[in-house]
């Protein structure tokens, strides 16, 4: 019942393809229903100041001065941008072991950086395996935020340990559980 375009795929939406000028988009409904406004009060859908993120799997195929960069440095989320991954535009992160390994898994928000030296954060649609080295991996209770943002976004990272990752992903749920109760 999805209404939704897979521009990748083809499929949905106005013959699968991305909406153009002039384009116009039928409406589920002809009109929506009369109720009372329901709002979920106090919740932040905006991106966080940072984003943080789990150094590696392979984050020793960078040099320390790379790691550095990617820590310090704000990134531009570029048009090249889709639900396979977050394109970045900053500083180049330079590779101190070639940008080509053996491919291996690729989890939600894994951040590969190929032969360019610009980041990718790899969203829902990213592919199941690559050969890129992977600088980090962006914590789960972060990762529905960068979902959202859109080309010309600015984005900063900030190292955490996997237990941190881990205690802030509790956090989430906890607060996603209690949504029913506060609207």
Request: with cysteine.
């Given at each position: 019942?999805?209404?939704?375009?897979?521009?990748?795929?083809?499929?949905?939406?106005?013959?699968?393809?991305?909406?153009?000028?002039?384009?116009?988009?039928?409406?589920?409904?002809?009109?929506?229903?009369?109720?009372d406004?329901?709002?979920?009060?106090g919740?932040?859908f905006?991106l966080?100041?940072?984003?943080h993120?789990?150094?590696?799997?392979?984050?020793?195929?960078f040099?320390e001065?790379a790691?550095?960069e990617?820590?310090?440095?704000?990134?531009?989320?570029?048009?090249?941008?889709d639900?396979?991954?977050?394109?970045?535009s900053?500083?180049?992160?330079?590779?101190?072991?070639?940008?080509?390994?053996?491919?291996?898994?690729?989890?939600?928000?894994?951040i590969?950086?190929?032969?360019?030296?610009?980041?990718?954060?790899?969203?829902?649609?990213?592919?199941?395996?690559?050969?890129?080295?992977?600088i980090?991996?962006?914590?789960?209770?972060?990762l529905?935020?960068l979902?959202?943002?859109?080309?010309g976004?600015?984005?900063?990272?900030?190292a955490?340990?996997?237990?941190?990752?881990?205690?802030?992903?509790?956090?989430l749920d906890?607060?996603?559980?209690?949504?029913?109760?506060?609207?």
């Open positions: 019942g999805s209404r939704a375009t897979y521009v990748r795929a083809g499929i949905g939406g106005l013959d699968g393809r991305a909406l153009r000028a002039g384009d116009s988009v039928p409406l589920a409904q002809d009109a929506a229903p009369d109720r406004e329901v709002r979920l009060r919740v932040e905006g966080p100041d940072c984003v993120v789990v150094l590696g799997p392979q984050d020793d195929h040099t001065a790691i550095r990617f820590l310090q440095a704000a990134y531009t989320v570029t048009p090249a941008s639900r396979m991954g977050l394109r970045l900053g500083p180049r992160l330079e590779h101190a072991k070639g940008y080509n390994i053996v491919s291996d898994g690729i989890p939600p928000g894994a590969q950086v190929p032969g360019d030296g610009q980041p990718i954060v790899l969203l829902a649609d990213r592919q199941t395996t690559g050969g890129y080295p992977k980090a991996t962006v914590m789960s209770a972060d529905p935020a979902g959202r943002v859109g080309p976004a600015r984005v900063k990272f900030a955490v340990t996997v237990a941190e990752a881990e205690t802030a992903r509790r956090a906890a607060e996603i559980a209690a949504w029913p109760n506060r609207l």
